[in-house]
Structures are given as C-alpha cells and as structure tokens.
C-alpha cells in the first residue's frame, strides 16, 4: 500500500516530527514575512538593515532548528553543531544592534565587547567540539555551555539598550537626573525606539531561562519566546522607523502572527512538551501524519492570511483612503476643482465630505487672494522693469570692460608680429640691394647671388607667417566684440585656454609696467574636443585668468609692505584634463586666496573684493551663467586664505554625431 504524499517526507530513521518542529516552521516562515517587508522598504535607513540583519540571522538558526528538532543521530549532531554555531552568531548580532540600533551608536565599546564575546564563544565551541569527538554523542548538554554564554550576551544587550536610552533621553533635554525617571518617561524618540527595544529583550529572557534550565515544558517556552521576540521586533520598528510604512503591513501581521501561532503551538498542546531529544525511540505512525498535515498546513494558512487580509484591507479599506490621500495631496498643489469621491457610506465617507467642504472654502479663499495679489502685482511690475534696466546696463559695463581688457592684450601682442615684418622686410630690402651691386660688378650670375635669393625667401615665408598671426589676433578681436550667437561648436581646449592666457597676461601688463609673474602649463595633449561656443568660454578664461594675475599682485604688494623678508615668486598655473564625458581646465594661482564667507559669495551677482572702480561684482557671475546655464557644464571653485585659489571649469565632450556633423 502506498504512503500519502504527506508521509513522504518525515517518515523514516534519519526524521521524524516533533511538536517543535512544527513550532519552529512557524516561527521560519513569521521571519522570513518579515525579513521580506523589511527589503521592500524604499530609502531603507542604518536602523532597517540592522533589522534586517537580526531578522535574517534569526531565520536561519530557526531554519537549522527545523533539522534540530526533527532529526535523529547522526544527523542530529550536525544540526545541533550548526545551531550552536549560528545561535553565538545571533548572540553577536543582538550586541550590536544593542549598541547601534536608534541614533548615536557606540561603536568603538560595541567592537570591543564584540570580540570579548566572540572568543569567549570560540573557546566554548571549541571545547564542546573537542568533549565529543566526531561530534558523536553532541546533544544539548554537551552545548549547554555555550547556550548560556549565548543567553548572557542577550542579556548584556539588555543592560546596553537600558544604558542607551537613559543618555538618549538626556540628550533631548529631561532636566531630572534620576536614572529610573528617564527609564520610565523616555524623552524623545530615540529613547523611546530603544526603550521599547530593550523591553522586548528582557521579555525574551526569562522564557530562555525556562528553557535552559530544563524546567517542565521548557520546548514549549523556547518557542514561545521566540514567537513573542519576532512580532515585538516588527512592533517596535514600525512604529519608530525612519521610512514611510504601509498601514497594511500592521493590518496583517497581527491575523497572521495569530494564526502561525496558534498552528505552531497547538502540537504542544495535542501530543506534551516534552523535548525532541526524548521521543528518539519512536513515535506512533498516526501521530507523525498528524504532524505532517500540520507542517504543510502552517505555509498553506500563512499565505491565504496574506493574501486574503491584503486583499480585503485594499479594496474594503485602503483604496478608500488611498482616495482621501489624493485628494488632500490634490488640496496641497492648490488643485480644489476634484472632488473626492464618496465611495462608502461609512467613517471615510464622512471625513471625504468634510474633505470636500474645506476644499470648496479654500478655493473661494484662494480667488480672494489672488484678486490682492494681482494688485500688488501690478504695482511691483514697473519697479522689476527698471530693475532690469539698470542690470542690463551694467552687464553691457562689465563686457565693454572685459572688451578694454582683451583689446590691450593684442595691441601688445599684435607688436611683435609687426615688429617682425617691418624688420625682415628692411633686411630684404637691403639684401636686394646687395644683389644689384653684386650683378653690377660682375656682370654674371654668381654663387652668392643664389644664397641671397634663398634667405630673401625664408624671410617672406616669415614675413607670411606673422602676417597671418597678426590677422588671427585682429579677427579674434573682432569675434570677441561681436554679439555671441549662442551657436556651439567642437573646441580645442588646449589651444584656446593657451590663447586667451598670452592675451591675458600682456593686457594686464599693460596696465601693470612692473608687474611679473611665472606661468605653468600643462596641458593634456590627449584632451578630446569640447563642445561650446569659443567667445563666450573665451571670455570666461579671461575672467579667471585677469582674477589670478590680479589676486598674486596684490599678494606681492602686500608682501612688500610687511617687509618681513618672505620670498614670494608669484605663479599662475593652467592646466587640462580629460575626464569621463567632461573636459575639464584649471587655473590656479598662489595669490591672497579666500575666507570661507568670501568663497561662499563668489558667483553671486555684484559680490566683489575688489576696490571701488574696479570692479562690477559681475564677471564671476556671468562667468558661472555662461558655463553653468549655457553650457551645460561646471564651475567651480577652491580656495585656502593666504594660500591658493583654484577654478575648475569642466565641459561636456563632443558628441559623435557633432563630429561628423556636416561643416565640421
């Protein structure tokens, strides 16, 4: 005859069922519902996944104690060596989380007490090992040892949450110094999550005090408590969690807990609390199908209560609140044209009608205040207008006086190009002249007749050469004072950094006779082309550079009229680098640097260091909008008082489709 399906698994010398088999299936699938909400948690929080590390670590020494309590030798000692091995882990757990757990942690004690207690641990798992040699004979008195040391550390865990929640309620300001009066009226929700835990815990012990004893009915205390520490652990997080909770999670978790434990615990009452180590001698045939019936029962029930209560509590319950919140998010925008609707007739009915009635008296509010503020409007509309005006003015001010600027950095640039030409141009002449009283004498063509008409022609090819520089500068010139179009293009960082720097520095030269300053480059020769318009980032290096030349000067002086006797070499450093999809340039100098307050302003409108008269507050501004709003890119800056200053602009690379882009 064959076996019903149920006997299939339990029925044999290696398992058979016990009551608190089935007490600790129900206690496995309890952690693991409640692990599984804990991971579903959105923005989960140092707290949550400490939960969820205490939680985890419970499901699988309950998964273990499954094997524990349904096993015969010699599979029996395995599983006893791994549940003890696990339970000193959990023990472990429970210490940090003693130490952890709500705000403030202690961490540097909690690692210390950590490893006290992992080698105490150690060493009794060691010497229970070593009392039972092939683990042979490792029932639970062999491990008693280490159970109790696992049950002391659960309770020093207790006496570091009682700890904790004294200071944390000090810390919100109770002005009593009475230990116990802070124990009873914790102040402040950090004390009260840790109260609630270290209640919970202390709970926990006295039934595993029960059970390490040997007392009468001692599995049935061991699983009681273990029932009891899983819903409270769930109690005590969802009300004091930092993420948002479902009201469904509550809701469920009481039917749920309820129908799991009167499952698993109902076998203690039908067939005694003896513990599983006795019955290894055999158990009747028709109690181990009973027990089977039970142990596929307790999953089946557990996922009908889910399912069942979650689908009951979101159309009878939640999707009517679900209505309500919408529409108090819809009164929140300033949305009261939708009202809620009333689906049932019952305590949310009442309050979606009441919801209704407050939106139809803030939308005639609402139209009240609008009618005053468009007069107010109006009246402010002329003042923003001349506001604008006079903003407008001085932004064209600030560009006309970086325009100054740039202009006389090519005057003094243009001049050695010229000066080239006029000087090779003076030689040729005389070399020419050379050949006509050379041709004269002799009347013939002569060797040194050919020399001279080879270094007339390297120096036209010179001559040519600073032509073109000379007519780059001036057209550059006259795309700088031209209005930007806005249009973007590949730009080869490099060149235009180094462009504007030599450009930079000859103008501020200009107007500086005495000034001096080295000037570092180092460019990567690698760098990708970036993608922005070339006036508008040359004039954005213009800003930088004119800010550093104008920063080291000022440190120079400032050295000079102290006098102490510091050297000081004033230095400008750019430089380029590629990064991931960026380009990025720096331009750093060992100037005056900046205060803290100073560096915060920076980039605001008309914030400047500078004299009165020289400077507008803008350039930095407009610097930022320019790179920051136009390009897409950064601008940003680091500074020490005294010691440095550094801006860092990076830009978003060119993209393939802009290269090969027709016109490029």
């Not at 010497?127 to 683990?135: K, T, V, W």
């Not at 022609?457 to 010179?462: D, E, S, V």
């Not at 407009?622 to 897409?632: E, F, L, N, Q, T």
Request: aromatic share 10%.
């Amino acid at each position: 005859m064959e076996r019903p399906f149920l006997n299939l698994l339990f029925d044999g010398e290696a398992f058979r069922l016990h009551p608190a088999s089935i007490a600790t299936l129900a206690e496995s699938i309890l952690a693991f519902l409640i692990l599984v909400y804990f991971l579903s948690l959105r923005g989960k929080t140092r707290d949550t996944w400490l939960m969820v590390g205490f939680v985890g670590t419970a499901l699988l020494v309950y998964l273990v104690d499954i094997g524990v309590t349904s096993s015969r030798p010699p599979l029996y000692n395995w599983f006893r060596v791994s549940h003890a091995a696990l339970a000193s882990v959990w023990a472990l757990t429970w210490t940090w989380c003693a130490y952890t757990y709500g705000g403030n942690p202690m961490r540097r004690e909690a690692t210390i007490v950590i490893l006290a207690e992992s080698l105490l641990l150690a060493v009794f798992l060691g010497h229970a090992l070593s009392g039972a040699p092939n683990i042979k004979f490792a029932t639970f008195s062999t491990w008693a040892l280490v159970y109790y040391t696992v049950t002391g550390c659960q309770a020093w865990s207790v006496l570091v949450l009682v700890r904790r929640t004294v200071s944390a309620s000090r810390r919100s300001g109770a002005s009593s110094e009475n230990t116990l009066y802070h124990l009873l009226n914790a102040a402040g929700r950090s004390a009260q999550s840790l109260r609630a835990l270290a209640l919970l815990f202390a709970s926990y012990l006295p039934f595993m005090v029960w059970a390490l004893a040997g007392m009468g009915g001692a599995s049935f205390a061991y699983q009681v408590c273990q029932m009891v520490l899983l819903l409270g652990v769930l109690v005590v997080h969802l009300n004091y969690a930092s993420e948002v909770t479902t009201f469904q999670v509550k809701l469920v978790a009481l039917p749920l807990a309820t129908v799991l434990a009167l499952l698993g615990l109902l076998p203690f009452l039908l067939y005694g609390t003896s513990p599983p180590e006795s019955d290894w001698d055999g158990k009747s045939a028709e109690q181990q199908r009973q027990l089977a019936v039970f142990f596929w029962l307790l999953p089946a029930a557990a996922a009908f209560v889910v399912v069942a209560f979650i689908g009951f509590y979101r159309y009878g319950l939640l999707r009517p609140l679900g209505m309500l919140l919408e529409g108090v998010r819809r009164i929140e925008e300033g949305n009261f044209n939708a009202p809620v609707p009333i689906v049932n007739r019952d305590e949310v009915g009442v309050l979606a009608g009441s919801l209704n009635k407050m939106a139809a008296s803030l939308k005639a509010s609402q139209e009240e205040l609008e009618g005053r503020v468009a007069e107010r409007t109006a009246a402010l509309h002329e003042s923003l207008v001349r506001l604008k005006a006079a903003q407008s003015q001085l932004i064209q001010k600030e560009k006309l006086a970086s325009l100054g600027q740039l202009t006389a950095g090519i005057a003094h640039e243009i001049q050695n190009p010229l000066n080239f030409i006029n000087n090779f141009s003076e030689v040729s002449g005389e070399l020419v002249e050379e050949l006509r009283e050379e041709k004269k004498k002799k009347g013939q063509d002569c060797p040194l007749e050919g020399e001279l008409l080879e270094e007339i022609g390297r120096n036209l090819q010179k001559i040519h050469h600073h032509g073109l520089r000379a007519d780059a500068i001036v057209k550059g010139m006259l795309q700088h004072s031209r209005t930007s179009g806005g249009e973007k293009q590949a730009v080869d960082a490099n060149a235009l950094a180094d462009e504007y720097l030599r450009l930079a520095y000859s103008g501020f030269r200009s107007k500086h006779q005495n000034f001096a300053c080295s000037i570092d480059t180092d460019y990567d020769l690698q760098l990708q082309q970036a993608q922005a318009v070339p006036q508008e980032l040359g004039q954005v290096l213009l800003n930088l550079y004119n800010n550093a030349f104008y920063a080291v000067e000022q440190k120079h002086k400032l050295v000079q009229v102290l006098g102490d006797g510091k050297a000081y070499a004033p230095k400008v450093s750019v430089s380029t680098r590629q990064l991931p999809g960026q380009v990025e340039i720096r331009v750093r100098d060992n100037g005056v640097g900046m205060a803290e307050h100073v560096k915060s302003k920076v980039f605001q409108p008309f914030f400047t260091t500078k004299p009165t008269g020289e400077g507008t507050g803008l350039g930095l501004s407009i610097s930022y909008d320019i790179i920051a709003k136009g390009h897409g890119g950064e601008l940003e800056v680091e500074a020490q008082e005294g010691a440095y200053t550094e801006f860092t602009v990076r830009l978003p690379l060119v993209t393939v489709s802009e290269e090969q882009a027709p016109g490029f």
